[in-house]
């Protein structure tokens, strides 16, 4: 890992936590953590896999780890009672 890449602190909704770098994808991220992540069409369409992080809807599949000033996010899992 290049010295000058920021690992981001992630708190995930069953308490844990995981430490990823900046810029990697959710689903991989989520998956490392034990921490299953809804997908439908993989392609940001459909919004099965969106996700909550630091407050803000994200659709996990075409997005990305995004280190902020505290370097610290919290993520929390979208329920659909539809899906």
Do not use: F
């Amino acid at each position: 890992m290049n010295m000058k890449e920021k690992l981001v602190k992630i708190y995930w909704p069953n308490g844990n936590s995981t430490y990823a770098p900046n810029g990697k994808d959710w689903i991989s991220t989520a998956k490392e953590a034990k921490i299953n992540i809804p997908t439908g069409c993989l392609r940001g369409s459909c919004g099965s896999c969106e996700i909550e992080v630091n407050g803000e809807v994200i659709r996990a599949c075409i997005s990305y780890v995004q280190a902020n000033e505290n370097n610290k996010v919290e993520v929390s899992l979208l329920l659909d009672e539809n899906w």
